[in-house]
């Protein structure tokens, strides 16, 4: 399970990321397109990480919102 951070665009799209895995990006036109588009590339980032014989990261953050 990781968190993911889902927030709007300036082009329109939701943009999707998840923090434990730099880099780790994707966009969809709706918020649910770009949570189905994270979790692939949550998958495929973690499939490439073992592929090369690497650690994947552990989800360990700790989110919180503050209103300014």
């Known amino acids: 399970m990781r968190q993911v951070l889902i927030y ?15 880099g780790c990006i994707s966009q ?4 649910e ?7 692939e590339a949550i998958e495929l980032y973690i499939e490439a990480l073992e592929d090369d014989g690497l650690g ?10 503050v209103a300014l």
């Open 8 to 22: 709007p665009g300036e082009d329109g799209y939701w943009i999707a990321e998840c923090p434990s895995l730099p």
């Open 28 to 31: 969809g036109e709706t918020k």
């Open 33 to 39: 397109t770009a949570i189905q588009n994270i979790r």
């Open 56 to 65: 994947v990261p552990e989800d360990h953050m700790n989110a919180l919102l």
